[in-house]
């Protein structure tokens, strides 16, 4: 039975997702535009949409690990919030290329660890209380989504240099939402046992099994294959004559089909493995983007969106009840840490080919993005070869099942 403190853990971790992905709508489908706005080529937009990924992959784990280390996620998490929106205010002092890189780099430190930390005290609140992470992660597809219209009706009425300022004021709701987020459980477990936080060398050796990473691989590259849509999308779809309206829509409807499946994921989950919800992903992933390039009538955009739903929201649901299944709740932000380093390099890759490809095929590069589909289907059946032990059990937190 759900008692009133259970709830609330719900409502804040629901709040805090909402707040982080509203600007986070706006970022993904519209900073290239303002990156082109600001006269970047292609190539240098590909590079710009890097950064992020590739600061990830050497900040991730170690700021996700400072987390657990810390045993106070929502510490960690208002001082990475609050570093990212100060300094990343500060690309609005110059639009040249080597100062809007140096702030996504130093901004980005701290931004790379806020999901997987907040997925981690999600992913608590599951186990501890019986949580519904889907229906909590839906609250930020929402808010994201609500942004896509809210960024495209400002492209549209004010142009490009609205999309920074959006950015800029949309990045202190979710500073100020991490001041209300709940009390991380292993923070009450250490005061009640009078224990310090601890993180251990034997902790991190569990890590070390292929099958794991062979799984990080697959989930990330289907992640990786939403690189050119993400930078490229709405340039592509304007260049073939669709307004930036349309392009809000299209936008919201792939997230209001990934709401649609967050927020029925327990029951999903209640007959469906995680390994299936992968599967799906990597196998919609290919047919997606394969379609993509095809110069659809603005209907049959509308309905290949509605695909979000397997190639994101399947896959992340499907990583993310990996992790829960198999990595205890003390290291959990080190496990969300390391696949979003895996994430960042591979989407990494993909993001800084896709400037390269998009610049010398348009459409047709999306060909490339249904190749990395495939290639996380063949990677996810070779996992099989590989079973993954429990990941942390010996350091079991109490009151956890």
Request: hydrophobic share 50%; with cysteine.
């Amino acid at each position: 039975m759900m008692t009133p403190e259970h709830r609330g853990y719900a409502t804040r971790i629901s709040i805090f997702y909402a707040a982080f992905f509203f600007p986070f709508g706006i970022y993904l489908p519209y900073f290239g535009v303002w990156l082109e706005d600001l006269g970047m080529s292609a190539e240098e937009i590909g590079f710009l949409l890097t950064i992020p990924m590739i600061t990830r992959v050497f900040c991730t784990p170690i700021m996700a690990g400072f987390s657990d280390r810390l045993g106070d996620r929502k510490l960690a998490l208002i001082l990475y919030c609050g570093f990212y929106t100060m300094t990343f205010g500060l690309i609005l002092l110059d639009d040249s290329l080597v100062w809007v890189a140096s702030i996504m780099t130093i901004s980005y430190i701290a931004h790379s660890a806020i999901v997987p930390v907040s997925d981690s005290l999600a992913l608590a609140g599951t186990r501890r209380y019986g949580l519904d992470y889907g229906k909590m992660r839906s609250w930020g597809s929402i808010a994201f989504m609500a942004s896509n219209l809210v960024g495209g009706v400002f492209l549209d009425a004010l142009g490009a240099s609205s999309i920074i300022w959006i950015l800029v004021i949309g990045n202190l709701l979710h500073t100020t939402a991490s001041f209300i987020l709940p009390v991380d459980p292993r923070r009450i477990d250490n005061k009640r046992l009078g224990k310090a936080p601890r993180l251990e060398w034997s902790q991190l050796r569990e890590f070390v099994q292929p099958g794991f990473w062979l799984i990080l691989l697959s989930a990330s590259a289907i992640q990786a294959s939403h690189s050119l849509l993400y930078a490229f999308g709405t340039i592509y779809w304007r260049d073939i004559g669709i307004s930036a309206n349309m392009t809000g829509i299209f936008w919201s409807v792939s997230v209001a089909s990934e709401v649609i499946l967050l927020y029925f994921s327990k029951r999903i989950l209640g007959f469906i493995s995680w390994r299936t919800m992968l599967m799906i992903g990597a196998i919609m992933a290919t047919v997606r983007w394969t379609i993509m390039p095809m110069h659809l009538p603005e209907y049959g955009y509308l309905i290949l969106q509605l695909f979000h739903a397997g190639t994101f929201a399947s896959s992340h649901l499907g990583v993310m009840f990996f992790i829960s299944e198999t990595v205890d709740d003390s290291v959990s932000g080190t496990a969300q840490g390391l696949y979003t380093m895996m994430n960042g390099l591979i989407t990494a890759v993909a993001t800084l080919l896709s400037g390269v490809f998009f610049a010398q095929w348009q459409g047709d590069a999306f060909y490339f993005m249904a190749a990395t589909g495939l290639l996380s289907f063949f990677v996810l059946l070779m996992s099989r070869l590989f079973p993954v032990g429990k990941i942390g059990a010996t350091h079991k937190d109490p009151g956890t099942a």
